[in-house]
């Protein structure tokens, strides 16, 4: 018995178990895999998503490691997406290894007393009004697994999600590609980047020891080493020698979205609730924004499930999935030879080569526009949205607004020269912020984003009662309430 269990050990489960030990929920994750695969799907953590890390202390040592670029990764578009200036505390893009972030995840959440099964395969699933009962494979058997709720985070192929019975509608691929991380045996005959050739482009990207190939595939033969050497060569128009493959696989641009994000007792987050096209390379970044908004309300639900946040989990994050399977389709519409979107194509291209249009599209592209409603709304720019880490002044001396939030409670930031308020079930901190003296408070959700805002100016006094009862119900947070005074 476990109040929740995880399926999948991707980005998505590991940071939701991380959440949910963080509210002292027990939590047992499953991932079918024995161990952590050795090649890497993945080499990209957006701004947002260091922001949202940032909050439970998690950004810092991947941007120790990681090499930071000041643009966002997106494609089709011949211009450069700059971050300068955008709603962000870190404005650049990390080259960061996927394994590298879930090996931090992993660790952070065994830290925290997270039971993590590897080799153990989630295979069904039954679910009633008070749970779901799991049937889970090992190498030595069965066993059963009962839970209070099951989350799938098990990829795009999700067993949880077919198990309970969510469709999951769309498009299906009608292009594909094939990637392979090789090495070349002579590094001079083929340069990183694009090259065309009479039969098509293969892109090389430089990795640590090896090149990551890719090509696109009109074919649906096996992945292997030689079909890549194939269609690269067909492509190019000549040979180059590709040898020891690390990784090869197809990838098409099918986007798919469930249609429940909530299932009675199951919910979904990352690849197991959407599947797009890889441009923008934003499928780990979503996975991180998916789990961060789910690990809180869950939590909270299982104290309290009048609260009603699960449904808030499905409205918020399934309108940010469909946004990013707009945006990356286009993307991919962007990179076609269509000569009827060049127009389109040219009408971006200018819109983009504007500072303030090529702010907003990166803040699109990459979900730093990611907005919540808010009752009660009162205009203020950061309202719905993530919080900048404001620098701060308390009784104890300097801090920060991250710095307050790596308890992943509920907090009511007071910043009154009386320091009189109150939350009943939040942490308050009592602090002046010199850079916006025209914030008086602001109440700020586990995940950094700001549910109300009062500043001098407010002519609404009883709107922070009003945001607690709204967004909080009768229960304020996942764990015990506390008064913080600083």
Same mark, same amino acid.
């Given at each position: 018995?476990?109040?929740?269990?995880?399926?999948?050990?991707?980005?998505?489960?590991?940071?939701?178990?991380?959440?949910?030990?963080?509210?002292?929920?027990?939590?047992?994750?499953?991932?079918?895999?024995?161990?952590?695969?050795?090649?890497?799907?993945a080499f990209t953590l957006n701004a947002r998503a260091l922001d949202l890390l940032a909050r439970r202390g998690l950004?810092?040592?991947?941007?120790?490691?990681?090499?930071?670029?000041?643009?966002?990764?997106?494609?089709?578009?011949?211009?450069?997406?700059? $971050?300068?200036?955008? *709603?962000? !505390?870190? +404005?650049? &893009? @990390?080259?960061?290894? =996927?394994?590298? #972030?879930?090996?931090? /995840?992993?660790?952070?959440?065994?830290?925290?007393?997270?039971?993590?099964?590897?080799?153990?395969?989630?295979?069904?699933?039954?679910?009633?009004?008070?749970?779901?009962?799991?049937?889970?494979?090992?190498?030595?058997?069965?066993?059963?697994?009962?839970?209070?709720?099951?989350?799938?985070?098990?990829?795009?192929?999700?067993?949880?999600?077919?198990?309970?019975?969510i469709d999951f509608p769309g498009t299906p691929s009608t292009r594909f590609w094939l990637l392979g991380d090789v090495?070349?045996?002579?590094?001079?005959?083929?340069?990183?980047?694009?090259?065309?050739?009479?039969?098509?482009?293969?892109?090389?990207?430089?990795?640590?020891?090896?090149?990551?190939? $890719?090509?696109?595939? *009109?074919? !649906?033969? +096996?992945? &292997? @080493?030689?079909?890549? =050497?194939?269609? #690269?060569?067909?492509? /190019?128009?000549?040979?180059?020698?590709?040898?020891?493959?690390?990784?090869?696989?197809?990838?098409?641009?099918?986007?798919?979205?469930?249609?429940?994000?909530?299932?009675?007792?199951?919910?979904?987050?990352?690849?197991?609730?959407?599947?797009?096209?890889?441009?923008?390379?934003?499928?780990?970044?979503?996975?991180?924004?998916?789990?961060?908004?789910?690990?809180?309300?869950?939590?909270?639900?299982?104290?309290?499930?009048?609260?009603?946040?699960?449904?808030?989990?499905?409205?918020?994050?399934?309108?940010?999935?469909?946004?990013?399977?707009?945006?990356?389709?286009?993307?991919?519409?962007?990179?076609?030879?269509?000569?009827?979107?060049?127009?389109?194509?040219?009408?971006?291209?200018?819109?983009?080569?504007?500072?303030?249009?090529?702010?907003?599209?990166?803040?699109?592209?990459?979900?730093?526009?990611?907005?919540?409603?808010?009752?009660?709304?009162?205009?203020?720019?950061?309202?719905?949205?993530?919080?900048?880490?404001?620098?701060?002044?308390?009784?104890?001396?300097?801090?920060?607004?991250?710095?307050?939030?790596?308890?992943?409670?509920?907090?009511?930031?007071?910043?009154?020269?009386?320091?009189?308020?109150?939350?009943?079930?939040?942490?308050?901190?009592?602090?002046?912020?010199?850079?916006?003296?025209?914030?008086?408070?602001?109440?700020?959700?586990?995940?950094?984003?700001?549910?109300?805002?009062?500043?001098?100016?407010?002519?609404?006094?009883?709107?922070?009662?009003?945001?607690?009862?709204?967004?909080?119900?009768?229960?304020?947070?996942?764990?015990?309430?506390?008064?913080?005074?600083?």
């Amino acid at each position: 018995m476990t109040e929740v269990l995880i399926a999948g050990a991707g980005p998505a489960g590991l940071l939701l178990a991380v959440e949910l030990r963080h509210a002292g929920v027990t939590t047992v994750l499953v991932e079918r895999q024995p161990r952590r695969p050795e090649f890497c799907r993945a080499f990209t953590l957006n701004a947002r998503a260091l922001d949202l890390l940032a909050r439970r202390g998690l950004a810092e040592p991947l941007i120790a490691e990681g090499w930071p670029v000041p643009h966002a990764a997106s494609s089709g578009l011949p211009v450069t997406l700059g $971050l300068a200036g955008t *709603h962000t !505390d870190h +404005p650049y &893009t @990390l080259g960061i290894p =996927q394994t590298r #972030v879930e090996e931090v /995840l992993e660790e952070h959440a065994r830290e925290l007393g997270a039971d993590i099964r590897r080799g153990h395969d989630l295979r069904t699933l039954e679910q009633d009004d008070e749970g779901v009962t799991a049937t889970v494979a090992t190498g030595d058997g069965e066993y059963r697994l009962r839970a209070a709720y099951l989350a799938g985070c098990d990829g795009g192929r999700s067993t949880v999600r077919k198990q309970a019975g969510i469709d999951f509608p769309g498009t299906p691929s009608t292009r594909f590609w094939l990637l392979g991380d090789v090495e070349l045996a002579d590094p001079a005959a083929l340069p990183f980047g694009p090259t065309a050739g009479p039969g098509g482009t293969v892109i090389v990207i430089p990795r640590d020891g090896y090149v990551r190939v $890719l090509v696109e595939d *009109h074919g !649906d033969t +096996p992945v &292997t @080493l030689e079909r890549l =050497q194939s269609v #690269v060569d067909g492509a /190019l128009g000549r040979h180059v020698e590709l040898r020891a493959a690390r990784w090869v696989t197809r990838f098409g641009n099918a986007a798919r979205q469930a249609t429940d994000y909530v299932r009675g007792r199951v919910v979904l987050a990352g690849d197991a609730a959407h599947i797009h096209p890889p441009a923008g390379a934003i499928g780990v970044n979503a996975a991180i924004d998916d789990a961060f908004n789910l690990g809180w309300k869950l939590a909270a639900t299982l104290r309290d499930p009048s609260t009603g946040l699960l449904a808030s989990y499905h409205a918020e994050r399934h309108r940010a999935g469909a946004h990013l399977l707009a945006n990356t389709r286009a993307q991919v519409l962007f990179g076609d030879a269509d000569e009827r979107l060049g127009p389109l194509i040219d009408l971006f291209t200018r819109v983009a080569a504007h500072p303030y249009g090529n702010r907003a599209l990166t803040e699109v592209l990459t979900g730093l526009d990611t907005r919540y409603d808010t009752v009660p709304e009162t205009g203020h720019p950061w309202l719905g949205r993530l919080v900048p880490n404001l620098a701060l002044t308390t009784a104890d001396g300097p801090t920060d607004l991250v710095t307050l939030q790596r308890t992943g409670r509920w907090l009511l930031l007071d910043l009154s020269p009386a320091g009189d308020l109150a939350g009943e079930g939040v942490d308050v901190v009592h602090a002046a912020c010199p850079e916006h003296p025209g914030l008086r408070a602001v109440l700020l959700r586990p995940d950094g984003h700001a549910a109300w805002i009062g500043t001098t100016g407010d002519p609404d006094p009883d709107g922070l009662r009003r945001a607690l009862r709204h967004r909080l119900g009768p229960l304020a947070s996942a764990g015990t309430s506390e008064k913080v005074r600083r």
